[in-house]
């Protein structure tokens, strides 16, 4: 069984996409964890999935130590020799600091007896939350109690092959990007969409943001020293608009074509979520940009189905296709990827 964290409010949605993607899947719906799904998921892309625990098992285990030795059983003479490994351990359960201190506990424990005992193994252990590569493996742990909880430990290469469920952050959680000089909160959007694809603008490139204002998109594309041309109907900070790298469009962001391929096209436009889709449709089949990141936006919560069109149709057209709800989003989802 794979399973998917996920928050109450979240699960009803989740559900219902994996029974959109998997038909006739068989699902647990686990109280205060998230759902556990019988079915062949790897290479989906499931929106409302932050993390997922492929094949997990659940564990029982009395003290720290049990934890760590279990940790050790599922990766030792399983996980490839001498290639690297990530180990993931958080708490869903409680208040405050006790499960964060307990996982940590753990962790340091994993590390004593894996000094003592399996040197090779702790050498090859990696603290990174750069995007999986087809050498790394991942063992997750989450604990649901402090004496219960599930396990999964995803071996290379396979582990490749989940990334666009596997999320290199612990639990799926990528910690909020704080810039009080950015225009809105927004720009954490793009900050969390960089660090999950494992790609970010770079000084130099060049970048087309699509609705641009107030401009704290434009404002990370500028200060990593990109070129930026914003599209809006308003204009942007003023400081921004006196930046020698950025040109405004006034224009309608759904007409707008670029002259020629782009480095990165943003786009987090206000509109109905199928037309951010198509806007994004047309651009990869029309191949105007290298990298996207594209908020989709919803009014309630029963257009969420309209998303398979873009898992069907987006894919096929990129090198690497995400889509997840960020978590800085609010009722919205991110398409990001490499085409
Ligand atoms: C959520 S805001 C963008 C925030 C921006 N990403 C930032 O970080 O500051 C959405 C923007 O889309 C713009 N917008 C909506 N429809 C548009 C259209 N058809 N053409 C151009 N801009 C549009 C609105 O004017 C608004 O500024």
Redo the contacts with the bound molecule.
Sequence with gaps: MHLFPAEPDVTPFLADELRRTAPGVVLRELEGVGIGADADLQGCRLAFARQTLPNAVAVQAVSINAWADRIIEAVAGVFPDAAPWRLHVWPGYGEGRAGENRCELIRTAVVERLKKRRRHLLRSLEDSEAVFDEETSLVQCFLTAPDGGWLSACRAPELHAWRHLVSCFPRGHVPWAEDKSA??R??AKLVEAEARMGRRIEKGQSCVD????????SYVALHRGARVTA????ELREDLMRHPGLRLEI????KFKPEEVVDWLVC????APQRSMDLLLEWLREGRMRNFVVTIKFKGHDEYALLETLKREAPPLCADFYLTRLCANKNEVCAFGVV
């Design positions: 225009p809105s927004a720009f699509l609705g641009a204002s107030p401009g704290s998109w599209v809006d109907r308003s224009a309608d962001a759904f987090d436009v206000i509109a």
